[in-house]
């Protein structure tokens, strides 16, 4: 087994997005740092609802996935489908745009903790243009290992493998694989899971620090960084003295040239401009909007 070692550090930096939620970006803060598939990765997380009561109103995306995983709060999703989808503590949703989607996540509380991540997977040229759909993901479709160090780990997307015990996730079949986990690591503890090789892989870490790849190797990997890693078919993490949780994400690169204006992520210019003319005109889902 090669076990992969951190080769970039990415830390989150403050920003703010829909009608003025504040989070924290790591991938995608600059569109050279990106992790194909993944376009961006954005944690909120806040007890004060200033900084998350204005929710992201109706907005359009086309050619990628989103997928929201929530730890804490309740949020509404909404779309011109007519989907809704309660997004509470320990759910997700996964929503492919397509071809065009609008849609809306707006929270359902008033007071309290709102903690999240929303996470961009881009799609293959192929399939830019399919038609959208929605996936809304309960907590209790989410699979709960406890492993016998005491870790949890939670399978979102792929297929966990500890120590031979294969578990699916709920998300499956998809052009670029994905795996995502959410990791529960006690202090001192170590976490080791196969990675695909060729696929391109990162760790988020969200509370406490831990080493990724030999604990001799570099610095801890601190909160709210991302951490991507060199190829190889393991990861091996370990956790610092105050533990630590983090994601666990990789996916099949799609190697085709991006371009993003805001929403919409296609493979050329032209693209983008009939994407913003499509929104423009009511045609970006094909319907009328």
């Known amino acids: 087994m ?13 920003t703010s997005d829909g009608a003025g939620v504040k989070l924290l970006r790591s991938l995608g803060q600059a569109q050279t740092l990106r992790l194909d598939p993944f376009l ?29 995983y929530m730890l804490d709060g309740h949020m509404l999703h909404q779309d011109h489908l007519g989907n809704k989808g309660d997004l509470k503590s320990g759910g997700a949703q996964w929503m492919t745009a397509g071809r065009g989607i609008i849609h809306s996540e707006m929270p359902q509380q008033e007071s309290g903790r709102l903690r999240g991540f929303q996470l961009w997977i881009n799609l293959p ?9 929605y996936q809304d993901i309960q907590p209790e479709e989410i ?18 493998n500890i120590d031979g015990q294969v578990t699916p996730g709920p998300i499956q079949g998809l052009s670029t694989e994905p795996l995502f986990l959410d990791v529960h690591l006690p202090a001192g503890e170590h976490f080791v899971h196969p990675i695909s090789q060729g696929h391109n892989a990162f760790v988020y870490i969200y509370e406490g620090l831990a080493d990724v790849g030999s604990i001799t190797e570099i610095d801890p990997l601190v909160t709210h960084a991302v951490g991507v890693l060199s190829d190889g078919d393991q990861l091996e993490v370990h956790a610092g003295q105050g533990g630590a949780n983090f994601l666990v994400l990789a996916g099949k690169p799609i190697g085709e040239p991006i371009v993003q204006s805001g929403p ?15 929104y423009r005109n009511g045609q970006l889902t094909g319907v009328s909007n």
């Open 40 to 68: 961006m990765l954005d944690e909120f997380s806040s007890m004060n609802a200033d900084d998350y009561i204005a929710g992201f109103p109706a907005h359009p995306h086309r050619g990628f996935e989103t997928v929201t």
């Open 2 to 14: 090669t076990t992969r070692t951190l080769q970039q550090v990415i830390s989150a930096l403050p």
């Open 143 to 160: 699979p709960l290992l406890n492993l016998q160090n005491g870790a949890q780990l939670k399978v979102i997307a792929g297929t966990a």
């Open 125 to 133: 040229a192929i399939e830019k243009m399919k038609p959208a759909s």
């Open 264 to 278: 919409f992520v296609m493979n050329t210019r032209d693209e983008i401009e009939q994407a913003i003319a499509d």
